[in-house]
């Protein structure tokens, strides 16, 4: 099954939700698509961010039972990380490859 | 309160879930460096020890600190001795650094079902590595009994909780993090339950409900031959099974109490007859069975067991009963509870509320001292005039000074009573220990009993003497024994020993918190000269009046201290000269 990009930020949300739980009211990370992730505008710290890319890899390979590695994309790819909206284009792009046409 | 971490691996969200967690207490916690636990334990001068923590957890992956787990990890042979002696040299580590700190938490070791998969091997007595970490977290433990600030954690149980995904290998090698983060949740609540306990605020009473939480159906309209209980029904079984846990709950000094809607006498009849009721009426401390609001019974019941609100669970079915007794009385805890009678057991014992350090014959008697005090009550009833009421009840308060045999119970009373307590410290077994050690205090320990029975160890006075003046500093009674004159012979032990040492003044200083009042009146009648606002004296030329018709049993350590106080029964202050 091939993701929609809605299902996409669906997942995106709510690893946010999860992540947004151990984060101090006032960094939490709104769910938009023009929330920053990350970088210098803001966003998560380190270990927030590891959090995230692992709640979100979980959740494709629950439900699409693909293992998508994001971990290189962090440390090669940052500012398609940034924010939300580009984030979920990276990671569509990264499992639509990952899924072959049925 | 601020919290110490220490591990081996990334310990970091487990430091964040315990600052977020909404339940109290507020957390704030630092990490030491990973890998580093040993390092840690053992220098006293490191960094992370210079403000002193309240609690420290220590969470290590046991291939991390034993050398010999590792190898055994590897499919090596290890040899067991050393095996054994890594743990002892972990636990020795723990020892040390529990000085300086008042509690440290250990969760227990566990390692991944994926290192768990030699079959049949698994638990061989050569190679098995299941066996060898069942033994080690036994060695471990074992080591550990007996120093009470040091108290092994269960993380078996978060393991379950979190489920198969419990070990994450996604943040282990994205983060250096071993556990998903619903194991962090899991072991975020029971700390905060544990420090809770530890700092007296576990709760100690569940109200219940009748109709539908003890047994199913209504009894004033079924009778109790009616009603769902035992037999071969799913909800009956499961009832059944509640009330035994609830019982269960009982022996570890957890009061029963019931606030129903119902007729009292149609109620109680249920109880007593019904074959399968686990749960007799002698085993609720108290309860209000009529048609009032229950908000106002429960007021009326947490009044009759001298209890706080706060020290109160209520269980009902109905969401509107929870609802107007939870926006009624916000500081009673009312937990949302299941439909479901099959999931009441689950639903009770997930209540992260009654944590407690120890269990003392004191908690495993507390039911039945309730029935004792409900006869007292009554017999109070009957005797009109309260002198002469309590010369009948022929009380002896039995002292003994401090010492290893009475200091589990003395400390956990220190740390469990708001009512009457007059400086309200939070101590460790070890700290309070150590401060009454010191020269010039001394801390006696009252025992109280009457013609109705023993109310155990129930009160605590430290007394610290300099020069020409002596100061109370503790003054802590149970509020089951409040108001016997057990408050006034308390009084009389730390004036005399005062007196004999040649003080000439004995100080009080109440420490005022929220809960402390009664303690506040007591000393506003007790005879000493009121010297300003919140402090009172007692001129040591004169002696202290011990209250009529009480029976002081003084033993052996507290003869060195007053040579008036020198015999084995005192009956009147008469006797002292």
Known sequence: MKPTKEELMGIIYESLEEVNEQLPNDQRIQKSPDAILVGRAGGLDSLGFVNFIALVEEKCAHKYGITVSLAEASSSEDAALEDVERFADSLFQRLSEAIPDV | ????????????????????????????????????????????????WSARPDFVVVWTRPEAVLEEFRTLLDCRSANRNDLKGQVDAFSAGL???????????????????????????????????????????????????????????????????????????????????????????????????????LGG???????????DILWGGIVGETGWQGITLGGHDPAGEALVDFQRELKALARRGILLAIASKNDESIATEAIAKHPEMVLKMDDFAGWRINWRDKA??????????????????????????????????????????????????????????????????????????????????????????????????????????????????????????????????????????????????RVWTFR??????????????????????????????????????????????????????????????????????PCYAFFQRSGLTHRGENAFVWDAARPYRLGHGIRLVCDGALEETSADINHSELTTSDHLR
């Open chain 2, 296 to 441: 106002a019974n429960i007021v009326d019941l947490m009044t009759e067991l001298n209890l706080g609100l706060d020290s109160a669970v209520f269980v009902d079915d109905s969401p509107v009963e929870r609802a107007r007794v939870r926006e009624a009385l916000p500081q009673l805890f009312v937990p949302n509870w299941p439909s479901d009678k099959r999931l009441y057991t689950e639903a009770l014992l997930s209540l992260d509320c009654f944590d407690s350090p120890l269990l003392t014959e004191e908690d495993r008697q507390r039911v039945r001292m309730c029935a004792v005090d409900r006869a007292r009550k009554d017999s109070k009833r009957k005797v009109g005039d309260l002198e002469e009421w309590l010369a009948t009840l022929k009380t002896t308060v039995r002292v003994e000074e401090l010492n290893q045999g009475n200091l589990p119970r003395a400390a956990q009373l220190l740390n469990k009573t708001n009512q009457m307590n007059l400086s309200t410290r939070r101590m460790s077994e070890a700290d309070f220990h150590a401060w009454a050690r010191a020269e010039g205090r």
């Open chain 2, 201 to 211: 605020r576990a709760r100690k009473v569940i109200i219940l409900d009748l109709d």
């Open chain 2, 448 to 517: 109280v009993s009457d013609k109705f029975g023993d109310s155990g160890l129930t009160g605590i006075v430290s007394l610290e003497l300099a020069g020409t003046r002596a100061r109370i500093i503790d003054f802590v009674l149970s509020c089951r024994v409040i108001g016997r004159k057990i408050e006034e012979a308390m009084l009389f032990v730390a004036i005399e020993c005062a007196r004999s040492a040649g003080v000439r003044e004995v100080d009080v200083t109440y420490c005022q918190t929220p809960k402390n009042k």
């Open chain 2, 1 to 48: 309160m601020r919290g110490l971490l220490i591990s081996d691996f990334n310990i970091n969200n487990l430091s964040s879930y315990l600052k977020k967690e909404p339940n109290a207490p507020v957390i704030d916690s630092v990490t030491t460096c990973y890998g580093e636990v040993f390092q840690t334990l053992l220098d006293d001068t490191a960094p992370c």
């Open chain 2, 95 to 197: 020892r040390r650094a529990s000085e300086r700190t008042q509690a440290i938490f250990v969760p227990t070791w566990v390692i991944p079902p994926f290192h768990q998969t030699q079959g049949l091997l698994d638990l061989s007595s050569a190679s098995g590595i299941a066996r060898a970490l069942m033994q080690i977290n036994m060695r471990l433990l074992e080591t550990l009994d007996g120093v009470p600030t040091v108290h092994p954690l269960w993380t078996d149980k978060w393991i379950q909780l979190a489920g198969p995904t419990a070990f994450n290998q996604r943040l282990w090698y994205l983060g250096k993090i071993r556990f998903s983060n619903d194991v962090f949740k899991a072991a975020a609540r029971d700390l905060k339950s544990a420090l809770r306990g």
